[in-house]
């Protein structure tokens, strides 16, 4: 790797499987299982956390050493919650009707766990390259888990892919439906997010011994 | 050679190899294995889990018979063309609707568990049987078999398998079962098109145009939410002459099979009797909610309320509930006292949810898996309180 060097392309890497936030340490549950109805919902939260997450982690890693240590945590806030405030307007400018599905949970982005713990855990003590590199990496490793979840579930659930129908069309019954199959209502609903989590985190721990505690 | 050694000669063969437990599995299904327990003091009782097992199944048999024999009844009487009830006409539609449902439910089932067993190495466990003969029981008759394979893969896997298989699930995994097909697929699970063999076909053939009557075979919880009456006498509702799911409309063979399970040492007479007074005491406090005057018959709850709190007991399933699935051995209470209150607030939320949630009219299936989550607290603090009283008891006599 040219541009990175090898314990920095880990920060990246690290957190897309054997340290995933979601999986391993189980952080950011709740917008996962809220708004992975859809993959396009998905994609966006995912999207957003990385930006929130990245620049977030460069600012906080910035004015590290001018912050005094008894306050830190309201300083991370109102650095959370000024970067939130962008992408929920950014979203509520370009697409509407996405932020509408999204909801609150844009808003919530502030209580995700996984921001003010990266913030704690590693923005405080490392430079602003680093930090950046690290608030990529673990948005994208909570990125990935809530495309999988999202993907499974609109396929299951609507049968459709960002919007398009792959399994043909349930009223019009072409394709698959033709041949007497019904969408899975139970998909849409959260408590089948936490469930497939739950087996994302399965199969990733059979393949990976290591990762089982106790 | 017979089939027994040859079973076994099988068996041999396999041994410490990764397929072993499939084929100890068969051996012991059909006959007694030859090996005995070597070494040490061991208890010898004739009632294993295969036993066990074996003696809920004999108790379902009659609501399984009957069940089939309903089917073809009640499809009959739907189309206007009423046949006997001991008839062929109604026996044979039964048993070509049900048997497919029976063999899917076994061969998905037993499939997985088998399959899970080589995988993890231990021996195939007996668990299955049950489950396998419930779930055709408490689903609709016209179920699509795929849905019913999907749901059962779901409920054996995330029910029971997850968490180290029989005898370590949380949840009766034949509710779990009817759970996943009750929330994915909601129109073929409620509603009144489809507990009658044909209703959904009929309404299609109307929808499309052609000239006859709709089959209406709507449940009596069904008709009540609506505030239309049972239109059931309560003999009907008693011998179960009534739509509903397979197995689950005969209050009365459902109650021989709950005396057979008491009475075999199989079933909790505790957790049984308390649900049905718990049932009980919520029938009659809606009963004298309307009788108070506090609903009146405006409001969408009044049909249900002022059903008269005994034929909670005759309607839905709340008899199967009570006697099949709320007295699972694995994830009742265990203790005594916890099988009152286990059973207690099965009966009392069954009746709550049956009333209060005319979209989910079968309150006693979301009661039981609800009560199933808590049955671990209430034996922790029965076990607690035990402790303390004892603790108690020998301060006082130390002192």
Redesign the interface.
Known sequence: MGLLSKKDAKLITDPLADNNPITIQVLGICSALAITAQLKASIVMAISVMFVLGMGNVVISLIRNIIPSKIRIIVQLTVVAALVIIVDQVLKAFAYELSKTLSVFVGLIITNCIIMGRFEAFALGNGPWRSFLDGIGNALGYGIILVIVGFFRELLGSGTLLGFKVLGDPIEKTGLYAL???N????L?SPMAL?VV?III?VQRSRNKDLIED | MSLKSTLHNLKEKYKGTKMAPAFNALHTFLYLPNDTTHGGTHIKAADDLKRTMNTVIMALIPCLIFGMFNAGYQHYHALGTPVDFLSWDSFSIGLIKVLPLIIVSYGVGLGIEFLFAIIKGHEVEEGYLVTGMLVPLIVPIDLPLWMLAVAVAFGVVIGKEVFGGTGMNILNPALTIRAFLFFAYPTWMSGDKVWVHGAVERANEIASGANVDVISGETILGSLAQGNGAGYSVADMFYGFIPGSVGETSTFLILLGGLFLIFTKIGSWRIMLSSVLGALVMGLIFNSVVDAGWVTVSSKFYGLMSTEFWHHLLIGGFAFGTVFMATDPVTASQTNKGKWIYGFLVGFISILIRVFNPAYPEGVMLAILLMNVFAPTIDHYVVQGNVKKRMKRLKAKTA
């Not at chain 1, 899975?184 to 998909?187: E, L, T």
């Open positions: 007497g199959y019904e899975n209502g139970f998909m609903l469930i739950g399965w």
